[in-house]
C-alpha cells in the first residue's frame, strides 16, 4: 500500500525558509501529492497539492523529485502563525475519495 | 465566507447514549466525509456521500452511521458510545472528490464520553 515518511518534527527560527520532506516511494503515477497542515484545536487546512511539477502559491511551494519518490513543501519565510503539524498526503486517483495521510510533521518556530 | 461549520465544538456524553455530530457546508460541494482523529494521529475516514450516495469504510465500527438530508447538512451518529470513541470528529467537503482536488475541513467537534 502506498504511504508516505515525515519527520516526526522540525524546528525552525522565524523568518527563514522551511523545507518539509517527504518519503513515499510507492506512490502511484497517478497519486497526487498533497499537503496539508494542522493548527491547534483547527480542523486540517489545505496548503498545495502536485502531480509531477513544482507548484507554487500563495501559502507554499511543493518540490517534487523527478521520480516522484519524495517531495519538500517549502515555506519561503516562516512565521509563528506557521507552527502547526503539515500532513504530507498520497491522493490516489484509484480510490478518488481517500487521502493517504502521513503521520505529520510538527513544525516548531522559534521566534 | 464560504465554509464548513460543525456544531457544536464540544460536546459531552455518557458511555451508551447516542450523539449526533452536525456539519453544514455553504460551499455547494458534491461530496461530504466524516472523518476520526485521535490524539497525536493522523485523521481517519469513517465515511462519505457524494450527493446521496453513501459509501462507508471497511473498518468504520457498526456503531457509526451518517445521514445527509441534503446537499448542505449532513450528521454523524454514533449510536452507542464507549469510551474509544472520544476523539475529534471532523467534517470535510470537496467538490466532486477527485484526487487533483482540495478536502475543505471544518474545525471539528471534540468528543468526550463520560
Known amino acids: 500500500d502506498a504511504k508516505t515518511t515525515q519527520p516526526n518534527s522540525m524546528e525552525s527560527n522565524e523568518e527563514e525558509p522551511v523545507h518539509l520532506p517527504c518519503n513515499h516511494s510507492t506512490i502511484s503515477g497517478t497519486d497526487y501529492i498533497h499537503w496539508y497542515r494542522q493548527l491547534p484545536s483547527q480542523g486540517p487546512e489545505y496548503v498545495i497539492h502536485?502531480?509531477?511539477?513544482?507548484v507554487n502559491n500563495r501559502m507554499a511551494s511543493l518540490a517534487i523529485a523527478e521520480d516522484r519518490k519524495s517531495s519538500t513543501l517549502i515555506l519561503h519565510r516562516a512565521t509563528l502563525r506557521d507552527a502547526a503539524v503539515y500532513y504530507c498526503?498520497?491522493?490516489?486517483?484509484?480510490?478518488?475519495?481517500?487521502?493517504?495521510w502521513g503521520a505529520g510533521t510538527k513544525l516548531i518556530i522559534k521566534p | 465566507d464560504a465554509m464548513v461549520i460543525q456544531n457544536p465544538r464540544y460536546q459531552v456524553t455518557q458511555f451508551g447514549k447516542p450523539v449526533t455530530l452536525s456539519c453544514s457546508q455553504t460551499?455547494?460541494?458534491?461530496?461530504m466525509y466524516w472523518y476520526q482523529q485521535k490524539s497525536s494521529q493522523a485523521p481517519k475516514l469513517l465515511f462519505h456521500y457524494y450527493d446521496k450516495d453513501f459509501n462507508n469504510e471497511a473498518d468504520t465500527p457498526d456503531n457509526f452511521q451518517s445521514r445527509r438530508p441534503n446537499t448542505s447538512f449532513c450528521f454523524l451518529d454514533i449510536r452507542s458510545p464507549g469510551l474509544g470513541d472520544a476523539a475529534m470528529y471532523l467534517c470535510a467537503t470537496s467538490r466532486s472528490g477527485k484526487s487533483n482536488q482540495p478536502q475543505h475541513f471544518g474545525d471539528g467537534t471534540r468528543l468526550s464520553i463520560l
Open positions: 502536485g502531480l509531477t511539477s513544482n
Open positions: 498526503i498520497l491522493f490516489q486517483a484509484v480510490s478518488n475519495y481517500q487521502l493517504i
Open positions: 460551499l455547494n460541494h458534491n461530496v
